[in-house]
Nanobody, 121 residues
């Protein structure tokens, strides 16, 4: 059973930085894309950034120039470097992989349990 485990969240002052990591426990055969989502209290979950297997990236406008998504294929790990953090970045951050666990299985979405990021003003 594959599970995604996030780490790196915490409390930081506005203008500070955090680095989130997400790795899998269990065997992953192939990863099509990795992404970070976030959900603030009372709001819908929103896509923050994605990175494909070829390294193409996408960012929501509100984080462009401040956040960087990257992946380490050898470690099957995805990172989200968050700089110049703002109070409005406060949310639970979730990693999401579109992946398959074996050559015989279909691609499906895997989710982490979420990590809290709190930015104080």
């Amino acid at each position: 059973q594959v599970q995604l485990v996030e780490s790196g969240g915490g409390l930081v002052q506005a203008g500070g930085s955090l680095r989130l990591s997400c790795a899998a426990s269990g065997s992953i055969f192939s990863i099509a894309a990795m992404a970070w989502y976030r959900q603030a209290p009372g709001k819908q979950r929103e896509l923050v950034a994605t990175i494909t297997s070829s390294g193409s990236t996408y960012y929501v406008d509100s984080v462009k120039g401040r956040f960087t998504i990257s992946r380490d294929n050898a470690k099957d790990t995805v990172y989200l470097q968050m700089n110049s953090l703002k109070p409005e970045d406060t949310a639970v951050y979730y990693c999401n992989w579109n992946a398959r666990s074996s050559r015989w299985s279909s691609f499906r979405d895997y989710w982490g349990q979420g990590t809290q990021v709190t930015v104080s003003s």
